[in-house]
Every structure is written in C-alpha cells, then in structure tokens.
C-alpha cells in the first residue's frame, strides 16, 4: 500500500506557497509550533488554494521519519502539532465527539489557533 | 462472417472513487512475488497524470501498437519484422525502471533489533530490488491526485493540444480516476510482436496470455504493447501480464478487481464478433473513425443469423444467451456509452470506460430539464471541468462530438430520473434529444445506478467439455504462476488441490481453501466467490 503514493508522511501546499519558502515538490520540509515537529517530505500541486496546507494520513510514526534539526529528535506525525487541550465540553461525555483522551485525535479536530512555521531543511536526512 | 466470443469489461470512471482496492487484490493474488516487484497487471492512475509506467501513452517515444504504413496497411509502429530482428539483442523501445519506479520497501530491522529504550526508532526506505538504500523519486502513483501537478501533470500526453485550454491552476482544477488493466484487444500489438510466438489470444474468449514455456524473455511485447500492460519478470526472466482470472472467468466469476471493486463500477460481459472484419476496422484510415469502426465488428446477439452462425460455429447455446444478457455489449454498443481506451493505438481494446460526468452533476441538478429549452441541461457540459477534449484525446482520438453525446446521454438519464423522483414531467422530448427512446434511458438507469451482481457480471462458464483442454492449459501454460513462491498472499501458491477441483460447469467447491505446507487450512483469494470461510485473512474475534 504504501508503494501506490509516496511511501511517507507528506505534506501538501500550493506552487505559490513552496515558491515562497523555496521548496520543489518532493524536498524535505519540517512544520513546527510551540507543541511539536514534523519532519516530512513536501507535495506541491495547484490542488492546494495559497496559505492552506494539508497533512492526512498520517503513516505509521516508524516510518520515514527523520531526525528533526528542530528537536534532534524523530519528528513526529501530525498529532504532534495539534496537541488537545481541555475543553469543557470534552468533560460531558457519552458521545463520541464530546469524549476526553491524551492528545487524542478525535472529531473535534483542531481545539485552537496556532501558529506553525513551515520551512525547507537540509535535504541529508538522517534516521 | 467468423463469430467470435470475447469477454470484455466496461469500467463507469463517474464512480471511481481511486481507492486502489482493484491494485491491492489483483497485487496480492497475482505479482506479491519475488520478480514483480514492480508490476502492476492492475493500477489506478490520476488524470491527468503521467501514469505508469512513465507517459507510456507517448507512441512517438514507446512506438507501441500499430500504425498504416503509406499505402494503408497495419503495421507495427515499432517498425518492419527486419527492424526487429536486427534491434532483438538491443530494444531501445523499453521502459526503464525508473520509468515504472523502482520498488521500495523499509529498513524493518531498525525497528525489530532497536535497543531497548531507544526513542522512537524510525525505519527508512531500502530498493526492494537491491536492498540498498534509496531516496524515493518516483513511484507507480506517485502523481495520485494531483501530487506534484505542475511538475507531473503537464507532462500528460493527452493535455497536447490543450495548453491553451488547460490551466494547472487552483481555480480551474480537474480530476478523474483511469483505473486500467490489459486490454485484452481483438488485434493485439503485444502477440504480434512475441519473436517466439509465445503470446496468444484464445480461442474461446479472446483472453491474451503468455504461454510460459515458449517465452524467451526478448521482451517485444513489453514494447509493442501501447498500454504498457506486459511485464518483464526480471526473476523467470519471462514476460507476464493481466490473465483476466482466467481461471475463475472458466468457472463464470468475475476476476479479482471486479469481484472487490467498492464503487461497482466494473462490468463484465461478452460481445460476439466477427473476425474476419477486425483487420480492415483496424485498418480504417481516420483516426477518429475507429472507434466506429470498432462498433461495426461487434455482431447482434439477437439478430437470428448471427445466433445461427455462432451456434454453427461451435458456439454454445448458453454462451449466446450470455450474450443477449451481456452488460457490456448494451453499454457499449447498443447505449453506446462506453468508449475503448486509445482506439487510435489500432489494437480494438476490449476494455471499455464511460466517461466521467462528475463535476457537472451539481450544475445539472440546480439547472434541470426545460421543456422549452432542451439545451439548458446540456450547456453545462461544455461548462465541464473536465475539458470535453481531453476526455476526446483519451477515448476517440479526439472526436470531441462523440464524447460529448455520451455525455449528453448520461445527463438526460439524470435529469429524466430527477423529474420521475419529485413528480415532475420530464417532458417527452428528452429521450429523443439525446437519440435514445424513454426505455433506453430507463435501462441505462438501471444499468448504471441499481445494477445488481448478477446484471454487473454475466459471465458464462467454461464447457464440461472443454475441461480437459483448459486444465492441460493450466498446468501447462499457467503465466508462470504456479513457481516462485506462486500468486496469492506471497504463500505457496494456489496448490494442485485447486486445480483438481476445478468445476468449470459449476460452482467449484471451497476452490479458495487449500492445505498449507504447514498443515493448516490456508484461504487464497484467487478462488474466492465472496462465500463461504476465510481463514486468517481477518482476525479472530474477541481481542481488539
């Protein structure tokens, strides 16, 4: 399966928007905020309107995840840029929108704004 | 007239959804061996997109298929018998690896063997070929959806001709699925080049096949196929390709990517047709004529003399009632909503698609249909996103009309359905509109929208008779399948078991069940009906 796309965490943005951080399709990227990394590799494709970019899919945390210059470390998946923080409703409980776990990637999606850096990094990777 | 049978598929591209489940089956059950690594009998592509492998639809650099040479004859664009025996130790018509992508896979043993403690060990790609470490820049989808457009999808050929209408840009962005597999064409270019007349085409339902023993491995076939659909088994050494199950079309199931497709968009049915007229269609000058003249080979199931003949001819009686039934040929011919793939390749390909009318859904719907103005559900599919003429360059060599009354028809369906849901009169001109009478549309209706197992695959199985004949060919002749490591969920291939109970006048009894080296009972998909136990392929219940 994970021969029929890129065989990594990816992801997706405008030309104009990898024109501006000067990123080809395909080049290492690292997306970081004050939660977390991601080191992935970067789609470019005028499927993506500019100022939006998208990650899905989010493989396996073991696989072509190199080592972030950020943090030294693995960078992670998407969940590690959108950490959940408590809300209230969480607290009801009984449905599965409004239910509470660790950084869990539940329905309610994104809980805050936050702003997160995009930028190109060294293309020697390292695991 | 010389009636032929031919089982041939039809493919509604409005439903694919581009899931890979038809890649994932047909990979596991066929090339999850050592030497297909790379090979795909069936694959997804996004359009538009370069496919796979590489802008193989580029004939100016493959030279596959056939062209006329100056006096109107066939000739294979890769030049005369002469050329290609000259070039046979040096064929420089081949797609490279790099062209199809080089298979990967991960460092797997990072993980297993990781000390104890070590933060989140990450596994990195390694060639599947090679084993050595490899930076992924290619891959046999590695377009999917529009991935990396302005570098990939401008390189399609099918958008020549289009610059000027085609902007890769957010506002006007298109996209549809070509799911593809061998095309089992009435006058295949790949048998045609075998130097070793291993290739051939079957008498009984036209299914092209490589016969294993005669192979040489001189790889013309890989070149003069023009869909790219023969591959080179750099393990055997031989060539392989799709083989349409053919072991479960003898036993009337339909083959894997159909029997798993999600969205039911796949058909598979039988045209009868005459041989002796496929040379001269294939021949016929203009380009954008062959798609007509492709219709012309196929034979009325239901005209008497033709039932006469093919009965004559050997033909049995249950495989001619087959074809009155047969989806395909009503989508085809007698709807005429599917279109082949490349008709101008010449090779009469036996797999069909309609055209994607999608994107034009929406404005249909809030348009609909006026009596006093028939013409305002269609202007909107010259408004499609979807440039009527890129679906021209794929499907009739750019006869943009065609394709436009295909689609035509399609949105009378719509709309004629939409006035029948909320009461409504559709108005009584809207069939004629599109050339088709009220029960046409409604058959398309239920054809296209409600068609049921049994109407989608109207497959008649082989002859009691004939069973000596395919088991001998099966044993004989079977793709290399049986060696290797064998097809089916990388284990020990389908066993002798398999074959043994074969029943091609019936049901085969538990086919996909065979005992495992091991011992066990093992669970192949090869001969799975959809019935029945399945062994190991889902996890016990209880743990989750």
Redesign the interface.
């Known amino acids: 399966?994970?021969?029929?796309?890129?065989?990594?965490p990816?992801i997706?943005m405008?030309?104009q928007d990898a024109d501006r951080i000067g990123v080809?399709?395909?080049d290492w990227i690292e997306a970081y905020n004050r939660n977390g990394v991601v080191a992935c590799r970067a789609?470019?494709?005028?499927?993506?309107?500019?100022g939006t970019v998208y990650m899905y899919h989010a493989k396996d945390?073991?696989?072509?995840?190199?080592k972030s210059e950020v943090s030294g470390?693995?960078g992670?998946s998407d969940n590690s840029l959108t950490r959940l923080v408590v809300k209230p409703t969480h607290m009801i409980g009984g449905y599965g929108q409004f239910s509470f776990a660790f950084n869990y990637y539940g329905p309610t999606g994104h809980q805050r704004d936050e702003i997160t850096v995009i930028r190109r990094r060294s293309q020697q990777v390292e695991? | 007239m010389r009636v032929k049978a031919q089982v041939a598929m039809v493919m509604n591209l409005d439903k694919c959804i581009g899931c890979?489940t038809c890649?994932?089956t047909c990979k596991q059950t066929w090339t999850n061996r050592p030497g297909t690594e790379y090979v795909y009998f069936n694959n997804v592509e996004t359009k538009p997109g370069v496919g796979y492998p590489r802008r193989y639809e580029d004939q100016e650099q493959w030279k596959g298929g056939w062209a006329l040479d100056r006096k109107g004859r066939l000739q294979l664009r890769s030049g005369s018998r002469l050329r290609r025996l000259l070039s046979i130790f040096y064929n420089p018509d081949l797609p490279t690896i790099d062209d199809y992508?080089d298979?990967?896979t991960?460092d797997y043993q990072?993980?297993i063997n990781a000390p104890a403690g070590t933060?989140?060990?990450?596994?990195?790609?390694i060639s599947a070929l090679t084993g050595q470490d490899m930076h992924?820049?290619w891959?046999?989808?590695?377009d999917?959806?529009?991935?990396?457009?302005?570098?990939?999808a401008a390189g399609d050929p099918d958008l020549a001709g289009l610059e000027d209408q085609v902007k890769?840009?957010?506002e006007q962005?298109f996209?549809f699925y070509l799911p593809r597999i061998c095309e089992h064409c009435l006058n295949p270019s790949c048998v045609a080049s075998c130097p070793s007349g291993a290739m051939y085409k079957r008498e009984e339902d036209g299914i092209v096949l490589v016969d294993q023993d005669r192979c040489r491995g001189w790889r013309f076939c890989v070149s003069g196929c023009p869909y790219k659909k023969v591959y080179f088994n750099h393990r055997t050494g031989k060539a392989e390709k799709c083989t349409l199950c053919f072991r479960r079309i003898e036993a009337g199931q339909p083959t894997i990517c159909s029997e798993t497709c999600v969205g039911r968009l796949r058909y598979l049915g039988l045209f009868l047709y005459d041989a002796d007229a496929v040379l001269p269609a294939a021949a016929t000058r203009d380009p954008q004529q062959l798609y007509r003249a492709q219709l012309s080979v196929f034979l009325d199931p239901d005209d008497p003399a033709v039932a006469d003949a093919a009965a004559r001819q050997g033909i049995p009686a249950d495989w001619i009632a087959a074809a009155r039934r047969s989806p395909v040929y009503a989508l085809a011919v007698r709807h005429q909503v599917a279109l082949p793939l490349h008709p101008e390749y010449r090779t009469l390909p036996m797999v069909w698609y309609i055209p994607p009318l999608s994107p034009v859904a929406d404005v249909v719907h809030a348009t609909g249909y006026d009596q006093a103005d028939p013409d305002r559900v269609f202007a909107a599919i010259d408004a499609l996103r979807i440039p009527v003429e890129y679906l021209a360059n794929l499907f009739t060599a750019g006869d943009a009309d065609t394709v436009r009354a295909v689609l035509r028809k399609l949105a009378a369906v719509r709309a004629m359905m939409r006035a029948a849901q909320l009461g409504l009169d559709p108005g009584g001109d809207l069939p004629a509109s599109v050339g088709a009478s009220e029960s046409d549309l409604e058959d398309l209706y239920r054809l296209l929208a409600i068609a049921k197992y049994d109407d989608r695959y109207v497959i008649p199985p082989a002859h009691t008779e004939d069973a000596g004949r395919l088991m001998a060919q099966h044993e004989q002749l079977f793709c290399s399948l049986e060696t290797d490591g064998g097809p089916g969920m990388g284990g020990a291939g389908p066993p002798a078991a398999s074959v043994e109970s074969f029943h091609p006048d019936g049901q085969p009894a538990d086919t996909h069940l065979f005992r495992g080296d091991d011992g066990r009972v093992h669970f192949n998909l090869l001969g799975w009906d959809g019935h029945g136990t399945t062994p190991h392929l889902f996890p016990d219940g209880g743990t989750s």
């Not at chain 1, 399966?1 to 990594?8: C, D, E, N, P």
């Not at chain 1, 789609?43 to 500019?50: C, I, Q």
């Not at chain 2, 933060?119 to 790609?125: C, K, M, R």
């Not at chain 2, 891959?139 to 590695?142: A, D, E, I, L, M």
């Open positions: 399966m994970l021969r029929l796309f890129r065989g990594g990816v997706w405008s030309p080809s399709d395909n789609v470019v494709s005028h499927r993506m309107p500019p945390r073991h696989l072509m995840t190199p470390w693995h992670g695991y | 890979h890649t994932v992508g298979p990967w991960y990072v993980l933060p989140n060990p990450s596994a990195h790609s992924m820049n891959g046999s989808n590695w999917d959806d529009l991935a990396g457009g302005p570098a990939h890769l840009a957010f962005v996209m």
